[in-house]
């Protein structure tokens, strides 16, 4: 069964710190997305990255397919960063079916 | 201005009835989707159509049937209801169903099997 395993759990910071948040693969992949979901709302994709590292304002995605592992890291946290991260991977080749994980749940604190 | 709609936004069921949730999305993507994220796993995938046409069925059971009536449209009907449906229920699109793309999500609907 193809999976993705995300880290940490959960992260509590102070606004102005920064996240490392990392996602592994259980299968090869180079279809990597990063979602973003509020508590109860709808998801919101940040960066699709295949390899290497994309950047979306204070967004840095860093994809080693190598490595079957994703991470992405969040600079000068905001109170409104807060929610829950979501990495997701495509399955095998001609397939659309995306596999998510479990999600990183972030609290920013003032 | 959300561009993926589904309807309603919260539903509330008895064990044993059916429901059909609505999607409807405006982005003119021709694949649609349906995932389903419960408190005791991941969001899943469920169902993927491309052009009004399934492509992927990763749902075990067939009491989860979709129903696309536009290309634009995704319905999921669910029958004889069961109290371990209760999820939240999102819809998606992307632009041609292929690997690569970028999903869009709409806001779920929220069900509740009692």
């Known amino acids: 069964e193809q999976q993705v395993q995300q880290s940490p759990a959960s992260l509590v910071l102070q606004e102005a710190e920064n996240a490392e948040l990392q996602c592994s693969f259980s299968?090869?992949?180079?279809?990597v997305q990063w979602f973003y979901q509020r508590p109860g709302g709808r998801l919101v994709s940040l960066l699709y990255?295949?390899?290497g590292t994309k950047q979306s304002g204070r967004l840095t995605s860093t994809t080693v397919i190598k490595e079957r592992r994703s991470s992405l890291h969040i600079s000068s946290s905001q109170i409104t960063d807060s929610g829950t991260y979501l990495c997701?991977?495509?399955?095998?080749?001609?397939?659309?079916?995306?596999?998510f994980g479990t999600g990183t749940r972030l609290q920013v604190l003032p | 201005d959300p561009k993926i709609i589904q309807k309603p936004k919260y539903l509330v069921a008895v064990t044993g009835s059916e429901k059909i949730l609505i999607c409807e999305q405006y982005?003119?993507?021709?694949?649609m989707y349906w995932y389903r994220q419960s408190a005791k796993k991941p969001l899943e995938f469920m169902f993927s159509?491309?052009?009004?046409?399934?492509?992927d069925n990763q749902t075990a059971s067939s009491r989860f049937q979709p129903q696309s009536s536009k290309k634009n449209h995704l319905d999921l009907q669910i029958t004889a209801l069961k109290p371990d449906d209760s999820a939240t229920y999102f819809c998606?699109?992307?632009?041609?169903?292929?690997?690569?793309?970028?999903?869009?999500f709409g806001s779920g609907t929220r069900l509740t099997v009692l």
């Open positions: 159509y491309s052009y009004q046409k399934l492509m």
């Open positions: 998606a699109s992307s632009q041609e169903g292929l690997g690569g793309e970028t999903l869009y």
């Open positions: 990255n295949p390899s």
């Open positions: 299968i090869f992949t180079n279809q």
């Open positions: 982005l003119g993507h021709n694949a």
């Open positions: 997701a991977m495509e399955g095998t080749s001609n397939t659309n079916k995306v596999v």
